[in-house]
């Protein structure tokens, strides 16, 4: 925890985020600690945690999903996870289905645990979650329904999803045609081609420089121009890409 990320999270704690009392009540690696030059009016990790609880418990008993989740981040506690899954708050869906894959819950028969991931995922699909919808895809896919799939696909790379939007373009070209979408080379290259953004390096960076070389080859020069043209338009209605990192770790 750095003086300047210090400030921006005291200014959004302060404004009363409670994700940003979280981080700060977790900054146990605080560099003014460590030259021992803290202010004197900064508060301990402990008080922005206190903090966080004190604002969180009223409103998760009044059976407000997302403050039932932040009690699971402050508490640890499942069953504060289980309320806010079935409150119907997304993201506590989603590490619902993941702590169920990792062996959490009691189930008498094997097929009700697998049953019990599909729903949490779809619900937290149905909530707008691009990892849940990443996650249900996969398992829509084991399944054979490709139906199922092509529409989750779809709609986690409306999200900005950088996964699904390099896929679900991948797939539109045909290379490789897994799940059964129509040859759509323009929209699939215009979609690919926006991976550009994600300028870090990386494997994203990798990936652009085989596929796209693979996708052109099948193309005319009025269709790439056409892809370009949609990728831009694409840029205008929806999120940018995302790899959508946790707000709190796990």
Not at 58 to 86: C, H, R, V
Request: hydrophobic share 35%; net charge negative; charged share 25%.
């Amino acid at each position: 925890m750095n003086p300047e990320a210090r400030k921006w999270y005291e200014a959004s704690a302060a404004q009363g985020d409670l994700y940003a009392m979280i981080q700060l009540g977790r900054s146990e690696k605080d560099l003014c600690q460590i030259s021992n030059d803290c202010p004197s009016d900064q508060k301990q990790p402990i008080e922005w945690l206190n903090q966080a609880q004190h604002l969180a418990k009223p409103k998760a008993e009044q059976g407000d999903a997302e403050a039932m989740f932040i009690m699971y981040q402050l508490t640890i506690d499942q069953g504060w996870l289980e309320k806010s899954a079935n409150a119907g708050d997304a993201v506590a869906q989603y590490w619902m289905a993941i702590g169920e894959q990792e062996g959490n819950g009691v189930f008498l028969l094997p097929w009700k645990r697998s049953e019990s991931i599909t729903k949490w995922l779809k619900a937290s699909s149905e909530g707008g979650y691009p990892k849940a919808m990443m996650a249900y895809v996969a398992v829509l896919y084991k399944e054979g329904d490709m139906e199922g799939v092509r529409h989750w696909l779809e709609e986690a790379a409306k999200t900005g999803d950088q996964n699904a939007v390099s896929t679900y373009g991948a797939y539109l070209t045909h290379t490789p045609d897994k799940v059964g979408y129509p040859l759509d080379l323009v929209k699939g290259y215009g979609l690919v081609s926006l991976l550009k953004e994600l300028d870090g390096g990386g494997s994203a960076r990798d990936y652009l420089e085989v596929k796209l070389p693979e996708i052109e080859e099948k193309m005319t020069p009025e269709q790439i121009s056409k892809a370009n043209e949609f990728a831009k338009k694409w840029k205008l209605t929806h999120p940018p890409l995302s790899f959508f990192p946790e707000k709190l770790s796990h």
